[in-house]
Nanobody, 126 residues
């Protein structure tokens, strides 16, 4: 059974940084792409960043976070990270990590992801 557990959220002032972590278990972590999504109050869940399997040579970012956020993975630790810099109040949301059922999937589409963590709250104060 695939399990994803996020951590690292919290309250930070605008301009600050946070690093989110997502620990995975239940299958060979390196075989699968990973992604981060977020959901702000009253809004739909949206794509943030994705990283391809194994070396993670391919990454993709939403325009709203490009140049500020960095996704990375450590296959030895079964963990994916999201480094978030220059945070703004618009980044306030619950952040979720996700992974697809198929090892061949690398996507920014929410519907392509089958396993989700419970989410971690990020709040950016102005």
């Amino acid at each position: 059974q695939v399990q994803l557990v996020e951590s690292g959220g919290g309250l930070v002032q605008a301009g600050g940084s946070l690093r989110l972590s997502c620990a995975a278990s239940g299958r060979t972590f390196g075989n699968y792409a990973m992604a981060w999504f977020r959901q702000a109050p009253g809004k739909e869940r949206e794509f943030v960043a994705a990283i391809s399997s194994w070396s993670g040579v391919n990454t993709y970012y939403a325009d709203s976070v490009k140049g500020r956020f960095t996704i990375s993975r450590d296959n030895a630790k079964n963990t994916v990270y999201l480094q978030m810099n220059s945070l703004t109040p618009e980044d306030t949301a619950v952040y979720y990590c996700a992974t697809p059922r198929s090892s061949g999937t690398y996507s920014l589409r929410l519907q392509q992801y089958d396993y989700w963590g419970q989410g971690t709250q990020v709040t950016v104060s102005s």
